[in-house]
């Protein structure tokens, strides 16, 4: 029963080719030839049921967006869901700004060339709380040196977070990789859900459960660090 499902699923991935990038080694170094310009690619790392990166979509048709995750249900589902925000599409008609690929992101390099990305979001990273477990957490140094690398001169990283001990964990490692964090928050959503910011699905339960949402964002290359610098510096 297991296998006819997934091999279910597998075949409802392989029949959206426009949408669900299954071999995203093919495409390391060509993503702007796949979405056929030059826009920025943001991409969510361990997307889940993919609300966050189809809303981004709708909101900006400038922006490529990639969603990834390692597990193909999650795929369906995330397919699925941006169809429904791209006002009811069907499964074989494309959204151009958005691509949702299989990838488990140890791999992450295999998937990206140097410099091919603008901005990683990483919304409510598995906290993996046994410390014989930190390497698997996406903040963990050897994470953020692949993403050093495969990030561009505007390359940033916007984290949040439910789980107190993987923030803590994350700006030190953040701070141990000699990245500056700007707009760093204990509470996002202390005056109500921000508007400005798209909420993930977990993030949604954990607001409505009245817990504290962490976030930060991590200046990563070197033009975005210096246009920070350069506006602190502006009067105010
Ligand atoms: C807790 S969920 C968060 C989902 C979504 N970002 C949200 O905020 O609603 C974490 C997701 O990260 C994915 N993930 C964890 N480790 C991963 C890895 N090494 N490669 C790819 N995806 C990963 C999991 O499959 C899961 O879907």
Same mark, same amino acid.
């Given at each position: ?5 997934? &091999?279910?699923?597998? $075949? ?7 949408? @669900? @990038? ?35 979509? @709708?909101? +900006? ?20 869901k941006a169809r429904?925000a791209h006002g ?8 151009? +700004?958005?691509?949702?690929? =299989? ?14 990305? $603008?901005?990683?979001?990483? +919304? ?21 040196? &692949?993403?050093? =690398? ?8 916007? #984290? &949040? ?6 923030? $803590? #964990?994350?700006?030190?490692? #953040? ?7 700007? +707009?760093?928050?204990?509470? =996002? ?15 949604? &339960? #954990? ?18 660090? $210096?246009?920070? @610098? ?7």
């Amino acid at each position: 029963m297991r296998l006819r499902g997934r &091999k279910g699923i597998r $075949e409802s991935l392989e029949r959206q080719p426009d949408l @669900v @990038v299954l071999d995203g080694k093919s495409l390391k170094g060509r993503w702007a030839e796949y979405f056929g310009n030059t826009n920025p690619i943001h991409v969510e790392f361990g997307m889940g049921k993919g609300r966050f990166v189809s809303e981004q979509s @709708v909101r +900006n048709p400038d922006i490529n967006y990639i969603g990834v995750d390692m597990y193909d249900e999650l795929l369906r589902r995330a397919a699925e869901k941006a169809r429904l925000a791209h006002g009811g599409l069907a499964e074989d008609e494309s959204i151009p +700004n958005l691509a949702l690929a =299989l990838c488990n992101l140890e791999y992450v390099l295999d998937m990206f060339e140097t410099g091919e990305l $603008e901005r990683i979001y990483l +919304n409510f990273s598995d906290p993996w709380p046994k410390k014989r477990h930190a390497r698997r957490r996406l903040t963990h140094h050897e994470f953020l040196r &692949k993403y050093m =690398l495969i990030l561009n001169d505007w390359g940033e990283i916007h #984290f &949040k977070t439910d789980s107190m001990s993987l923030f $803590e #964990f994350s700006l030190n490692s #953040f701070a141990d990789m000699g990245l500056r964090m700007r +707009n760093i928050s204990l509470n =996002l959503h202390a005056e109500g859900l921000r508007e400005d910011l798209v909420p993930t699905e977990y993030e949604l &339960k #954990f607001v409505d459960r009245g817990m504290p949402i962490y976030r930060c964002e991590v200046l990563v290359g070197k033009l975005a660090l $210096e246009e920070h @610098v350069q506006r602190l510096k502006e009067p105010q």
